[in-house]
């Protein structure tokens, strides 16, 4: 196991540097200047230059290259050019909320998905196994941001039973946090379930066709100590994996599920900065939640290997 | 073919009919038009490019003309899907509106096809580039989409063209790993031995021998890619990163919606709906084309 952790650090490390670099790149990949992009076309050269300067932007660009990774490690990622405050500040106030509502996401699009896998995979050819697969076809079609829309105008202006929007830390409230997020959970979790219920189907079916299950069932055993023992757990293995993959899209979403609801995050901002192009920002938000990707992935490759002790010996 | 089943029915003396032979790909046909699935999406997207193409065709609107004596108004008579807050005509912004949808979704399937193909060939063909080229990969993939399109969007501005560029980038490694995944399969096989040996060069044997084969799941991947191109565009352009306002679009007509939710929530439903059929269609689809191309990957 702890070799196996070895050589997967040895994999994430480098993969977090260059994608590092590529973000701390971008501002050179920028057509024209920078800077007279954000000052806009009536900028006098004094101003042009005094930015310039004020932003690093004149160094050359190896200087620029260390100073950034050497600033990047002690947590200083510049400062934010609209915001007037350090970038590593707005980050901190806004990623928990980022982090929470994927967490809670994933576990709703777990509480929906593996279930709905489940009954498909058992009901295989029958109505609920069709319904379940329909749904979740219908479930992937659909624009989280316009379901979003439709579940605010039912659950918070039609019937009022959930806020329209807004945030409310745990610390300070927990029914209200919850309340806040179930709905955001939903739209961004939803799709997210649709796959994983398609996922957990395959493999339940496959394993349901496997020797060691007709063993159990001939056994005597009852089918759902079958399902429950033996059936269940081995079907999970390949659906970790999708889960790892799926944060992705759980972390992206995150950007226009926060726009939608009002929610102050790291996603919304990174959008934000985008239109203002605030480029210190953008370059912050998307290495911090690029950075999250790859730490969940590394996590759910050592948990897979936990459950299946048969991958650490390739 | 007459005269050898003439000649079969002599020698076995019966008058039993032979199985017909039919050409691969007729009978893939055969297949498909039988698969429900398939046959539905295809249906869904046809109905909705020949609406949304032939748009002037169905409606005499002018999408961006506003008539502010008739603001705010449901559905009804004149306008069946009613109007917005500037008195314009959502069934006629809905109608041309798709077409933006529908014509990024083409042109990033397209570019990923043309992309994947180059990468995926390379990287399955040449062993000692397979390696950097799938770290390559690999890099891109760690970016969730929506963030590295973000991130192009951030880079060279909010543009048709460099929405295309910003969507293509994160789709061509998976199409990339599909076609690769085949030309390791298929490089292995006998008719390539039996190409080179006839004298085929490299590229002929890639172009020739390798690609057409590895077509089948690679089609199957672009209709994926395709539907999901067209909810991310939708996305980027309701954030307000994706195209430039004047030009209705789908995502575009949601994003204004969304302030006078609360007064007029049919301004967003039609606009929505018709994002979703469109994905709905070519997920259906790409399903269809999957459970004929290569049935046992069917669920």
Not at chain 1, 81 to 103: C, D, G, H
Not at chain 2, 210 to 236: F, R
Request: glycine share 8%; charged share 15%.
């Amino acid at each position: 196991m702890g070799q196996y952790l070895l050589r997967r650090l040895l994999v994430f490390i480098p993969t977090l540097l260059v994608v590092a670099f590529l973000i701390f790149f971008m501002i050179d990949l920028v057509p024209g200047d920078p800077v007279g992009l954000i000052l806009g076309i009536e900028a006098t050269t004094e101003a042009m230059d005094a930015m310039r300067a004020d932003l690093g932007l004149d160094r050359p660009f190896h200087e620029r290259l260390v100073s950034w990774f050497a600033d990047a490690f002690r947590g200083d990622l510049g400062d934010s050019i609209f915001l007037r405050e350090p970038v590593t500040t707005s980050l901190a106030e806004r990623y928990p909320v980022t982090i929470s509502m994927t967490i809670l996401s994933l576990l709703v699009a777990l509480l929906v998905g593996i279930p709905a896998g489940i009954i498909a995979a058992i009901n295989q050819g029958g109505l609920a196994d069709w319904a379940a697969m329909v749904m979740a076809l219908i479930v992937l079609s659909v624009p989280s941001f316009w379901l979003a829309l439709n579940l605010i105008y039912l659950f918070g202006v039609k019937w009022r039973w959930l806020p329209i929007g807004g945030y409310v830390p745990f610390g300070e409230d927990p029914l209200e946090f919850f309340k806040h997020m179930v709905l955001p959970c939903i739209s961004l979790g939803l799709a997210y379930s649709a796959m994983i219920a398609r996922m957990t189907r395959t493999s339940m079916l496959e394993v349901l066709r496997m020797d060691y299950v007709r063993t159990a069932q001939a056994k005597g055993l009852r089918q759902r100590v079958v399902i429950l023992r033996h059936a269940f757990r081995n079907a999970l293995i390949p659906v970790i994996t999708v889960i790892g993959l799926g944060a992705g899209s759980l972390l992206g979403g995150s950007a226009v599920t926060e726009t939608v609801y009002n929610l102050p995050g790291v996603g919304r901002l990174v959008v934000e900065a985008v239109k203002r192009r605030d480029y210190f920002v953008v370059q912050g938000g998307i290495l911090a939640i690029t950075a999250t990707y790859l730490v969940i992935n590394l996590l759910v490759d050592l948990l897979y290997v936990g459950i299946d002790p048969r991958i650490r010996y390739d | 073919m007459s005269a050898e089943s003439s000649l079969v029915q002599e020698s076995t003396g019966s008058l039993s009919a032979l199985p017909v032979q039919r050409r691969a790909s007729s009978q893939m046909l055969y297949r498909f038009v039988r698969n429900v699935p398939g046959m539905a999406g295809l249906v869904l997207v046809f109905i909705i490019v020949v609406l949304s193409l032939g748009a002037p065709l169905f409606t005499d609107v002018d999408p961006t003309s506003m008539d502010t004596s008739v603001i705010m108004r449901p559905p009804g008579p004149g306008h069946p899907f009613g109007t917005d807050d500037l008195g314009r005509d959502v069934f006629s912004r809905v109608l041309y509106g798709g077409r933006i949808s529908i014509l990024v979704g083409l042109i990033v399937a397209g570019s990923t096809t043309l992309t994947g193909i180059i990468f995926g060939v390379l990287a399955g063909f040449y062993t000692r580039l397979d390696n950097s080229i799938m770290r390559a990969m690999d890099i891109v993939m760690a970016f969730p989409a929506i963030l590295l399109a973000l991130g192009v969007v951030a880079i060279l501005g909010p543009q048709l063209i460099n929405i295309v560029i910003a969507l293509v980038i994160p789709y061509t490694p998976r199409s990339a790993r599909v076609v690769r995944g085949m030309i390791l399969q298929l490089k292995e096989m006998d008719f390539v031995d039996a190409a080179r040996s006839l004298g085929a060069k490299d590229l002929r044997i890639m172009l020739r021998h390798l690609l057409p084969n590895s077509l089948a799941p690679l089609m199957v991947q672009q209709t994926y890619v395709l539907a999901l191109s067209i909810l991310a565009e939708a996305a980027l352009t309701f954030l307000g990163v994706g195209v430039p306002p004047d030009v209705p679009t789908l995502g575009g007509i949601i994003s204004d919606a969304r302030v006078n939710l609360r007064y007029a929530p049919w301004l967003s439903l039609f606009p929505g709906l018709a994002i979703s059929a469109l994905v709905l269609g070519f997920n259906l689809l790409g399903d269809g084309l999957r459970d004929v191309l290569d049935p046992r990957m069917k669920i």
